[in-house]
């Protein structure tokens, strides 16, 4: 069955919408949810400190891989709605310095892009660019990715 309707919107089963709307806000649902599902979405049980080494060895083989097939790797940083208002979280602070240390490696952190237009259009910036209640973008929020992503691309040379 698919997940969408002909007109393009997601298809919820009515009796799971409340399950879904939880499942889509809270980590603590999921863990407690998932056991009885077949979904397996905590892939591992890594510690934060290994999550942080597995990604950081992880970069320079995709680096290669791409590199093997004549394309430029470029890691995009997406932060969630509350990071661009307060900032990224400790841990994720000291991954990106690890990855800096990699001067080959390309990235583009959205974040910036982000802050400015947050400064532009504080009062709706969250609910324009967010829905609110799951925090993936809207179509104002897809654009403004797309267009940091360009942004980025074009810094780097890579257009």
Not at 14 to 27: G, I, R
Request: proline residues 4%.
């Amino acid at each position: 069955q698919s997940r969408y309707q002909p007109n393009h919107r997601l298809q919820l089963r009515p009796n799971n919408k409340f399950l879904e709307h939880l499942y889509a806000l809270s980590y603590v649902f999921r863990i407690f949810y998932l056991p009885f599902t077949d979904l397996n979405l905590l892939l591992s049980k890594l510690s934060l400190q290994e999550a942080i080494e597995k990604t950081i060895q992880l970069i320079p083989a995709y680096q290669r891989e791409c590199e093997s097939h004549h394309a430029t790797f470029v890691l995009v940083l997406l932060p969630g709605k509350m990071e661009v208002v307060e900032d990224y979280p400790e841990f994720f602070k000291k991954l990106i310095i690890e990855l800096q240390k990699n001067e080959s490696l390309q990235i583009i952190d959205l974040r910036t892009q982000y802050r400015k237009k947050i400064i532009q259009d504080k009062q709706k910036f969250l609910k324009d660019y967010w829905w609110e209640i799951d925090w993936h973008h809207t179509t104002k929020g897809y654009q403004l990715m797309a267009d940091g992503i360009w942004n980025g691309l074009n810094e780097n040379n890579l257009s």
